[in-house]
């Protein structure tokens, strides 16, 4: 069975995919009505929230929305659609931890030297901002809770919605656009678009195209897990900057005006295209047409009730 086939080891009821989505994008596109109609200004509301509470704080009541979501989600899965996590998670028999390991270190290893790349080559425009109680805060906090909210948020998109739509509509080209979408307007309200524009959609949403096509095309969620955690924490870590959604501990902060060419449009047309081909050769995949827009069949041996793997 391939991965959004997946989704017929539980109890698949369509209408159960909506309610955790729901309550989620609700919950976002209700603090964006209320930015927009009240003209809040989020830049100054994060720096108040920083100045009376410092960044460790701030950080943890950021990410606690997202650990409580991927618990219910979680919980939810296993026991509304009775489908195990394992299922939800990958098409193999067991999760991958390699796979997650190895994209993690291929993304973390490239912005790490980014960064340093950045410090040497112009040293105006990052500033040392270590302080070591500080940052080891940061750090606990940061390999603690960053990866569950980068993990709420792939198992929701490419894992979930990806699963549901793909197997009500037999379809795989659809749920890959569906979650892409929505996965970038989610972001729309972040400091980042009002300090580089809507033109950085491009990236939220060419980022969640990527990740939808990365599990796709391995038949898991392994690769897509590794690349978000360590895109968010080695980011949150190494450097931070006053308009960004992570105002952090970090080692550097960026003190230069973001440059859209470099911080948007490359990532999406040079390293997402390169990251696929280096996955590609490493994991042998093929029959990529199939993969991302072939039709989804029910398995014939299929249950929808079917109990598999609880544990």
């Known amino acids: 069975m391939n991965y959004i086939q997946q989704a017929y080891k539980g109890d698949i009821g369509f209408w159960k995919y909506l309610i955790i989505p729901v309550i989620f994008i ?6 964006m009505i ?24 701030v950080l943890i009541e950021s990410l606690a929305t997202f650990v409580v979501f991927l618990g219910m989600l979680l919980l939810w899965v296993k026991y509304v659609h009775r489908q195990s ?9 067991k999760i991958d931890w390699k796979r997650v390991f190895f994209a993690f270190s291929v993304w973390g290893f490239i912005t790490v030297a980014f960064v340093i790349y950045g410090y040497y080559t112009e040293p105006e425009s990052l500033q040392w901002n270590f302080e070591p109680n500080k940052f080891f805060g940061l750090l606990v906090i940061g390999v603690l809770m960053i990866p569950l909210q980068t993990s709420f948020e792939e198992y929701l998109f ?11 509509f037999k379809s795989r080209i659809l749920p890959l656009i569906i979650t892409s979408v929505i996965f970038g307007l989610l972001h729309i309200a972040n400091p980042e678009v009002g300090k580089l524009g809507n033109i950085v959609m491009i990236y939220y949403i060419g980022t969640g195209f990527f990740l939808g096509m990365i599990t796709l095309l391995d038949e898991g969620l392994e690769l897509a897990l590794g690349f978000h955690a360590a895109n968010n ?4 870590l190494l450097i931070t900057a006053d308009w960004t959604a992570f105002q952090t501990n970090s080692i550097f902060k960026d ?4 440059d859209v060419y470099f911080d948007i449009i490359i ?7 390169l990251l696929l081909l ?6 042998n995949w093929s029959n990529w047409k199939e993969k991302l827009t072939g039709s989804v069949e029910k398995p014939l041996n299929s249950q929808e009730n079917q109990v598999e793997d609880l544990a």
Do not use: H, W
């Open 26 to 31: 609700g919950i976002v596109v209700l603090n």
């Open 34 to 57: 209320a930015i927009e109609m009240f003209d809040i200004d989020q830049a100054e509301i994060i720096r108040a929230d920083i100045a009376e509470k410092g960044e460790n704080r």
């Open 85 to 93: 996590i394992t299922s939800l998670t990958t098409s193999r028999k």
């Open 158 to 168: 490419r894992g979930y919605l990806l699963q549901g739509i793909g197997a009500k």
């Open 233 to 236: 924490l080695i980011g949150a």
């Open 255 to 258: 003190l230069s005006e973001p």
């Open 267 to 273: 990532p999406v047309v040079v390293f997402y295209p």
């Open 278 to 283: 280096l996955f590609a050769k490493k994991y």
